[in-house]
């Protein structure tokens, strides 16, 4: 068995802020969107009224208007179907907008992203005062400090991973000592990301961040699993992140698999 332990100070930097037990988690009760007339089809527009009123991210109005949309006796895949013809008609067939206008129908798939948003919405209201959660997080200062005139970085697509590596790799006191240090960052940024999206309009992030995520994700073809378990809880990751490509896998597979763990 490898013998390895956490790096805390990694851990205490690649941490989000914790949920304060005074913040106001649930979310303000919003008034409930108006009933237009849109299409000027009264099903079609009642079942877009009842996507605005699931919108709302309000656990009460949803389930009031999943109990609505059950009690239309018109189907409401025919529904969606008028609905984009209208949508056809009215933008002179643009694709794009046929194309958005597909899944209309789905008010149980809207209604489980809505509260899945409003949720994430909260938790960030309760970890991050006001907009604080669009500032730079100190791990994000760190990486734009660690990068800084970085030979070759232009962004997280564009740069010369081998220097990156060396930048990041001369805060020793910074660098994860295990699998689970590494899984831990990746958390970490994974779930800022889905947080700032989910209460503001977001981009893809700094840069720098980016480059270290990558950074840290390639540390999992290095670094030796301690045990079974460790090894367990990297593959589970590996299979289901969308940046882990089929290389790459191949690396981290081989890696587990060299360690004997």
């Given at each position: 068995?490898?013998?390895l332990?956490?790096?805390?100070a990694h851990?205490?930097?690649?941490t ?5 037990p005074?913040?106001?988690?649930a ?5 409930l969107p108006?009933?237009k007339?849109?299409?000027g089809d009264?099903e079609v527009?009642a079942v877009l ?7 709302t ?9 999943l109990?609505?949309?059950?009690k239309?006796k018109t189907?409401l895949?025919?529904i ?10 009215s ?8 194309m958005?206008s597909?899944?209309?129908?789905d008010?149980e798939g809207?209604?489980?992203?809505s ?10 209201q309760?970890?991050?005062e ?6 730079d997080?100190p ?7 660690a990068?800084k005139?970085c030979?070759g970085?232009?962004s997280y ?10 930048r990041?790799?001369?805060h020793a006191?910074?660098?994860p ?5 590494c899984l831990?960052e990746i958390a970490?940024?994974d779930?800022l990301?889905?947080?700032r999206?989910?209460?503001g309009?977001?981009?893809d992030g700094m840069?720098?961040?980016?480059a270290r995520d990558w ?5 999992l ?8 378990d460790?090894a367990?809880?990297v593959?589970?990751?590996a299979?289901h992140a969308?940046s882990?490509?089929?290389?790459d896998?191949v690396?981290i597979?081989r ?6 763990a």
């Amino acid at each position: 068995m490898i013998n390895l332990t956490d790096n805390l100070a990694h851990r205490a930097l690649f941490t989000l802020p914790p949920i304060r037990p005074s913040a106001e988690t649930a979310p303000a009760v919003q008034v409930l969107p108006e009933q237009k007339v849109v299409t000027g089809d009264k099903e079609v527009d009642a079942v877009l009224w009842l996507r605005e009123v699931i919108k709302t991210g309000q656990a009460g109005p949803i389930a009031t208007a999943l109990d609505a949309a059950a009690k239309i006796k018109t189907p409401l895949k025919e529904i969606e179907q008028r609905y984009v013809e209208y949508v056809k008609n009215s933008s002179g067939n643009n694709p794009f907008a046929v194309m958005f206008s597909f899944g209309f129908a789905d008010l149980e798939g809207l209604a489980k992203g809505s509260l899945e948003k409003a949720a994430l919405a909260s938790e960030a209201q309760a970890r991050f005062e006001g907009e604080t959660i669009f500032e730079d997080t100190p791990a994000e200062q760190f990486c734009e400090k660690a990068l800084k005139r970085c030979k070759g970085f232009k962004s997280y697509f564009e740069n010369d991973k081998t220097q990156v590596a060396k930048r990041f790799r001369k805060h020793a006191d910074l660098m994860p000592h295990t699998l689970d240090d590494c899984l831990h960052e990746i958390a970490y940024w994974d779930r800022l990301y889905v947080l700032r999206h989910a209460v503001g309009e977001w981009g893809d992030g700094m840069h720098e961040a980016i480059a270290r995520d990558w950074f840290v994700q390639g540390l999992l073809s290095e670094i030796k699993p301690r045990n079974k378990d460790e090894a367990l809880r990297v593959l589970d990751y590996a299979a289901h992140a969308e940046s882990i490509e089929h290389d790459d896998m191949v690396s981290i597979a081989r890696n587990l698999i060299a360690a004997g763990a």
